[in-house]
């Protein structure tokens, strides 16, 4: 099995690009994104997919990418799909999308795909849903919580007649210019914020 090549690109068409490999010109089949990434006179390294065929000439697929690979080998190993509509899906969505697609059971994702009816659909989702390890949900940032501080602060000055924005702003901006008050008592706080909003009451 050829897994990757590495060569000087010669030629970038439609839907394949020709990449010299040790004075040996490889046609290789390959999505829209990745062709683009390819410019002729430069060096490319592709991850590659080797398809054979028992009537014709087999065929060589190249990726920019080794989760595509993955993804294009894992459809092509489904029963009824061949490698121009897995290299179809790989045009209209990216590893990420397809991965998201399986996780939320999302059939209209793959219908987007020309070719590719619902039923087909349902068969993809299903097959690749037991084939492929879906990426883990990417972690979210933690929120750090409001001081306790400026919590009361601000709910004292809300209490006075300030809007809630008014005084998460007067707070915020007040501790951020002077973080020492992070620590003071909420009445040293609040006299300060007060002064920043335009004298006590």
Same mark, same amino acid.
């Given at each position: 099995?050829?897994?990757?090549?590495?060569?000087?690109?010669?030629?970038?068409?439609?839907?394949?690009?020709?990449?010299?490999?040790?004075?040996?010109?490889?046609?290789?089949?390959?999505?829209?994104?990745?062709?683009?990434?390819?410019?002729?006179?430069?060096?490319?390294?592709?991850?590659?997919?080797?398809?054979?065929?028992?009537?014709d000439?087999?065929?060589?697929?190249?990726?920019?990418?080794?989760?595509?690979?993955?993804?294009?080998?894992?459809?092509?190993?489904i029963?009824?799909?061949?490698?121009?509509?897995?290299?179809?899906?790989l045009?209209?969505? *990216?590893?990420h999308?397809?991965?998201? !697609?399986?996780?939320?059971?999302?059939?209209?994702?793959?219908t987007?795909?020309?070719?590719?009816?619902?039923?087909?659909?349902?068969?993809?989702?299903?097959?690749?849903?037991?084939?492929?390890?879906?990426?883990?949900?990417?972690?979210?940032?933690?929120?750090?919580?409001?001081?306790?501080?400026?919590?009361?602060?601000?709910?004292?000055?809300?209490?006075?007649?300030?809007?809630?924005?008014?005084?998460?702003?007067?707070?915020?901006?007040?501790?951020?210019?002077?973080?020492?008050?992070?620590? !003071?008592?909420v009445? *040293?706080?609040?006299?300060?914020?007060?002064?920043?909003?335009?004298?006590?009451?």
């Amino acid at each position: 099995m050829i897994s990757s090549i590495r060569g000087d690109v010669l030629h970038v068409g439609i839907d394949h690009a020709v990449v010299e490999v040790s004075g040996f010109g490889l046609h290789v089949s390959a999505t829209p994104r990745t062709l683009g990434e390819l410019h002729r006179g430069t060096e490319a390294r592709l991850h590659t997919s080797f398809v054979p065929r028992q009537d014709d000439a087999p065929l060589l697929f190249g990726f920019s990418e080794p989760s595509e690979r993955v993804i294009f080998t894992t459809l092509v190993s489904i029963s009824g799909i061949g490698p121009k509509m897995a290299l179809a899906v790989l045009a209209v969505h *990216t590893p990420h999308e397809v991965h998201q !697609a399986i996780a939320e059971s999302d059939t209209d994702a793959f219908t987007k795909v020309p070719g590719i009816g619902k039923k087909t659909a349902q068969r993809i989702l299903l097959e690749l849903a037991g084939k492929l390890v879906i990426d883990p949900p990417a972690p979210t940032a933690a929120v750090p919580a409001e001081p306790e501080v400026a919590v009361q602060v601000r709910e004292a000055l809300s209490s006075l007649g300030w809007t809630e924005k008014d005084a998460r702003t007067a707070v915020e901006k007040l501790l951020a210019a002077q973080p020492e008050l992070l620590t !003071a008592d909420v009445s *040293t706080v609040l006299r300060q914020a007060l002064r920043s909003l335009g004298g006590a009451r």
